[in-house]
T-cell receptor, first 114, second 116 residues
Framework: DAMVIQNPRYQVTQFGKPVTLSCSQT?????MYWYQQKSSQAPKLLFH???????NEADTPDNFQSRRPNTSFCFLDIRSPGLGDAAMYLC?????????????FGPGTRLTVL | AQKVTQAQTEISVVEKEDVTLDCVYE???????LFWYKQPPSGELVFLIR??????QNEISGRYSWNFQKSTSSFNFTITASQVVDSAVYFC?????????????FGTGTRLLVSP
């Protein structure tokens, strides 16, 4: 089945230690998104890639970076995680980025910062 | 600015009861799309439905149904004969196109607890 895969499902890191989260998709979609979701809150968009074009949200901290080496993979790098970065990180994809496109989400990676 | 309001923070029902989750939205766009997603305890956001602003027909999919009313800017979701597996957080979202790309504006979610 075509899907969005995230690895690992659970990640524990230490304060200030860089961490990378991975997302892959078999849907061959052009757009990949990264969301941060804290407990009991709605998902918050961090950035997205439209093909190789990177689009950052204005309020996304510089601590968060992303890479998309090819159509299938996208990575979220947190350069120096703080305690406030503990959250669920959700990857999503859509065929295109028009108003009507549906975003399909992966299972998420739950990040714990010690 | 666009906004989605899910006033019900948490709803508890007993299995087999019907339950309606409310969603009210604000937008200045004439063309827009509305979505419902389900987030079970596992964390994945599962797509349930997409509805465009020109289609006000109600939709039914098994035990799920959706009532879209432009006059009241509402897109409510009803689960008939609820089951324990329906326990999850449900998000309503509005699609806006800003600077050339779609951005989902999510409501704060409604947590549904279905007990046996």
């Amino acid at each position: 089945d075509a899907m969005v895969i995230q690895n690992p499902r659970y990640q524990v890191t230490q304060f200030g230690k860089p961490v990378t989260l991975s997302c892959s998709q078999t849907l061959n979609h052009n757009v990949m998104y990264w969301y941060q979701q804290k407990s009991s809150q709605a998902p918050k968009l961090l950035f997205h890639y439209y093909d190789k074009d990177f689009n950052n949200e204005a309020d996304t901290p510089d601590n968060f970076q992303s890479r998309r080496p090819n159509t299938s993979f996208c990575f979220l790098d947190i350069r120096s995680p703080g305690l406030g970065d503990a959250a669920m990180y959700l990857c999503a994809t859509s065929r295109d980025r028009g108003n009507s496109d549906t975003q399909y989400f992966g299972p998420g990676t739950r990040l714990t910062v010690l | 600015a666009q906004k989605v309001t899910q006033a019900q923070t948490e709803i508890s029902v007993v299995e087999k009861e019907d339950v309606t989750l409310d969603c009210v939205y604000e937008t200045r766009d004439t063309t827009y799309y509305l979505f419902w997603y389900k987030q079970p305890p596992s964390g994945e956001l599962v797509f349930l439905i997409r509805r465009n602003s020109f289609d006000e027909q109600n939709e039914i999919s098994g035990r799920y149904s959706w009532n879209f009313q432009k006059s009241t800017s509402s897109f409510n979701f009803t689960i008939t004969a609820s089951q324990v597996v329906d326990s999850a957080v449900y998000f309503c979202a509005l699609s806006e196109v800003m600077t050339g790309f779609q951005k989902l504006v999510f409501g704060t979610g409604t947590r549904l607890l279905v007990s046996p």
